[in-house]
């Protein structure tokens, strides 16, 4: 079968070119060579600077030696600061958040509805350091707003970087991203015909049965989709080291923040590459995760194919 | 089962008026269609009933109960969708049983329901499919069955045939009608396609612009459309509309217009009021009441063949008048005629309709009612 095309084969691959060379330089080279160092005790400075030696998996051992793993500022201590970092904020907070928000804004007036998500994209679309600084603004001690409102309430002030920097980063990622969740559900609950829910209506469900039965099951590819995302990206966000830089005494060091420490201030290269390409393995087996579960078919698809 | 009653109810959109002050009384068990082009105001009528929408003024009462600010989850009754609204993620069965399912039944005893019912709708043997597994015949039936399966005060149909085929459609007609009767169920039936409405209803209530023009019986729709718009609507194909200028002769109507050859006719009070206000009058005479007569009979009507349609049994003869104007008959013949031909259609004096100046009906001295 013949194939229409608009350009022959050598112009299309000279439009292409520029791409593939950007592509080429500034991702697929750094990504296998990432891979590469990460077999090596390359550093910035000494002897290995210059030389580096192929130390085999090394680095990986060394990563995972049950000695120090739990040790705070170690990898394994900030693996698992992660994990529970991207299960508050980006599972419960953006992603139940954001379905919430979206859904209650199914039910109230266009006006308010523009103007509510006016608000919340506004929180998604500023610079990550307007944002870092406005809320280091926002909890500072002495002159922060919070305290100003606390003191204002009667209420004691209290120095929240400091006694709760790791519910702070929570709370921080998941008001810079709950809008995104928002805007992907607001859109998908809009492509279901209007007509499915005046019917249950009619039939006598409820608000909440209504969600149950016929919304969540309709968005279910939505909600694999917008948790893929909202995972990765909260798995590799450094946002947060603009409020906490990691502390106080590495309790808010994400795997992001732990990689950057170990490559960029010890310049240990060998060993912060193997970080990043944990990271990316974590990511791609998380990925795939989500993936088998929004291929897998319903029940009722199941028996209805039988 | 129970009433629906309207009370001055009107529904605006922004600067649209959608529904001017309707009042419309259902009685219960009734089959009403509210009949209407798009845009007439039916639609939104039942979505009130429903509860989908919300009157702007008035108040609607189902049974004895003011309904007029109740959630429809509240108002005990049941609408099928033009869509079917079916859930494409549950089968047939969990899709039937919907209704109960939020009653809280037990899973048992709605999918015995659910069976039930689709065993009477003649899906019973589907139940496993999910509904893009089905034909749309089946579909509409699944969605009625949803309807049936609860206990409802008033059904409300949103066009629920026009997704289907012609045959699939006039099949569907018949058992909705079988089915009204069979269970004395309160219908209202909302529809564009006047056939469907003639066939179903008990009554008919005719929508222009957000009012209702007439509300009867279809047999009086039929013999006694109140205005030029209902005789235009009802009637497939809808009644010829002959403008005519009207006079006085010998206590008789004389009507004149061009290529119409019209013995008197008799002078009524009605005709005498309307003549006060104008002398230009509307002539009306339905196709199947027009037959082709011999050139120069009486109680006629003539022009130039338009188009000659073979339908089969039938045949539906146009013929153009000087002004440009067309007037269709239906006929039973297959007389082959050329087109451009001079062509007489008479017709007898009982059929005539006429209508005043504003386009409203003019009633005969002693009119009976039917």
């Known amino acids: 079968m013949k194939q229409f095309s608009l350009l022959s084969r050598r112009v299309a691959a000279l439009f292409l070119a520029p791409g593939a060379i950007l592509v080429g330089l500034f991702i697929l080279l750094p990504f296998f060579w990432v891979i590469f160092v990460s077999f090596t005790n390359r550093t910035l400075l000494g002897r290995t600077a210059l030389n580096p030696e192929f130390v085999g998996l090394q680095n990986y051992v060394r990563l995972f030696d049950p000695a120090t793993f739990f040790t705070r500022g170690q990898f394994g201590s900030s693996l698992i600061i992660t994990t529970e970092f991207v299960l508050l904020s980006a599972l419960v907070g953006q992603a139940l958040l954001g379905l919430l928000l979206a859904w209650l804004m199914q039910a109230i007036r266009p006006g308010l509805k523009r103007f509510v998500e006016a608000m919340v994209i506004g929180a998604w679309i500023l610079p990550e350091v307007v944002i870092g600084f406005a809320w280091f603004a926002f909890l500072d001690y002495d002159n922060g707003t919070l305290n100003m409102i606390m003191r204002g309430l009667g209420l004691p002030p209290g120095d929240f970087l400091l006694q709760q920097p790791f519910w702070v980063i929570v709370i921080f990622n998941t008001w810079r991203g709950a809008a995104f969740s928002m805007m992907l559900f607001n859109s998908a609950f809009a492509s279901i015909p209007p007509s499915y829910f005046q019917a249950a209506d009619v039939a006598g469900a409820s608000s909440w049965q209504k969600f149950r039965d016929i919304a969540l099951p309709l968005i279910r590819g939505h909600v694999v989709t917008d948790l893929i995302l909202i995972t990765m990206w909260t798995f590799n966000v450094f946002t947060p080291f603009l409020l906490t830089h990691g502390g106080p005494a590495y309790r808010t060091e994400l795997l992001s923040i732990y990689n950057y420490r170990v490559a960029f201030r010890d310049f240990e290269f060998g060993k912060g590459a193997a970080v990043g390409v944990i990271i990316m393995l974590i990511n791609l087996v998380l990925a795939l995760i989500y993936l088998s579960i929004g291929r897998r078919k319903s029940k009722a698809e199941k028996e209805a194919a039988t | ?370």
């Open chain 2, 1 to 370: 089962m129970a009433s629906v009653v309207f009370e001055n109810v009107t529904k605006t959109f922004g600067s649209f008026t959608a529904v001017a002050g309707v009042d419309l009384s259902i009685g219960d068990g009734e089959f009403v269609c509210l009949l209407g082009p798009s845009g007439c105001g039916k639609t939104t009528s039942l979505r009130m009933i429903a509860g989908l929408e919300t009157p702007t003024s008035g108040k609607i009462f189902i049974g004895d109960q003011d309904v007029t600010g109740l959630h429809p989850k509240d108002r005990q009754i049941s609408m099928v969708f033009q869509d079917y609204a079916l859930y494409p993620h549950m089968n047939l069965a969990d899709n039937i049983a919907y209704p109960l399912k939020v009653r809280g039944e037990s899973v048992e005893k709605r999918h015995g329901r659910a069976r039930e019912v689709a065993d009477v709708l003649k899906i019973g043997t589907l139940l496993n499919r999910l509904p893009s597994q089905i034909s749309g015949g089946q579909q509409q039936r699944t969605s009625l069955a949803r309807a049936l399966v609860y206990p409802s005060r008033v059904y409300l149909f949103d066009e629920p045939l026009s997704n289907l085929d012609a045959k699939l459609r006039l099949e569907a007609r018949g058992f909705l009608n079988h089915l009204q009767r069979d269970m004395g169920m309160t219908a209202v039936y909302v529809t564009h396609d006047q056939a469907e409405a003639m066939a179903l209803a008990t009554r008919i209530a005719v929508m222009d612009q957000g009012r209702i023009v007439q509300y009867a019986p279809p047999i009086e729709i039929y013999r006694r459309p109140a205005t030029t718009f209902v005789a235009n609507f009802v009637g497939n194909p809808p009644m010829n509309l002959v403008p005519v200028e009207a006079a006085h002769g010998d206590g008789q109507l004389l009507l004149s217009a061009d290529g119409l050859a019209l013995g008197g006719l008799p002078m009524s009070s009605g005709v005498a009021t309307a003549l006060q206000a104008s002398k230009a009058l509307t002539l009306g005479i339905r196709p199947e009441h027009l037959t082709v007569a011999a050139p120069g009979a009486a109680n006629a009507i003539s022009g130039k063949l338009f188009a000659n349609e073979n339908m089969g049994p039938e045949s539906l003869v146009t013929i153009e008048r000087a002004d440009g104007s067309r007037v269709t008959a239906r006929i039973f013949t297959d007389d082959h005629i050329e087109l451009g031909a001079d062509v007489t259609l008479g017709f007898s004096l009982e059929h005539v309709h006429l209508f005043d100046s504003t386009g409203a009906r003019i009633p005969a001295d002693g009119e009976m009612p039917l």
